[in-house]
């Protein structure tokens, strides 16, 4: 079983739809969970930081985390072309190592 | 603040051939990682660097792959000779020090074997 399952997509939404991204993990110990965005022949970049179950909200970011279900969250409200991208969920592990999702290509049509 | 500094951005190369991978991490940053990206996957930790020393290098192939880290700044990754399996992105990031930090990300190196 791999320790993170994400759905690689794509997923295409129009203009202004609420996206919902995914992602579960197996490793409980998993204590800081993570979003990050990578637009094509960029590297990633980090959009969303928890380490908490609940909410947190950034804009029009909101990175749910439910640590007894073993599954984080991103969603998108008011979508823009411009966060077409692929999203990435990860996750440090005990060790202090990244270990990241296979990502999730999301295109936003105008 | 400069970012994440990596070059070449694109390397084509025959298999058997060496390559080498250069990365100028933000400045003042101690920790440096390596990571690889194959097509429609996320980075794979390679090697992550404290300083000079490499603290944990455990998913680095050591029979084709080599990294230095001369100076605890520029690093330098090394493939030889290379596979066609090692076609893929060399990402490099660096973070203020290790732990659970925010890790920045370079562009990364696209390389292509033939």
Known sequence: QKEVEQDPGPLSV?????VSLNCTYSNSAFQYFMWYRQ??????ELLMYTYSSGNKEDGRFTAQVDKSSKYISLFIRDSQPSDSATYLCAFYNQGGKLIFGQGT????KP | E????QSPRYKI?????????????ISGHNTLY???????????LLIRYENEEAVDDSQLPKDRFSAERLKGVDSTLKIQPAELGDSAVY???SSSRGGYNEQFFGPGTRLTVL
Do not use: M
């Open chain 2, 91 to 93: 990402l490099c990031a």
């Open chain 1, 39 to 44: 637009y094509s022949r960029k590297g990633p």
């Open chain 1, 14 to 18: 129009p203009e202004g739809a609420i």
């Open chain 2, 13 to 25: 190369i025959e298999k058997k051939q060496p390559v080498a991978f250069w990365c100028n991490p």
């Open chain 2, 34 to 44: 390596w990571y690889r990206q194959n097509l429609g996957q996320g980075p794979e």
């Open chain 2, 2 to 5: 400069a970012g994440v500094v």
């Open chain 1, 105 to 108: 290509e999301l295109s936003v």
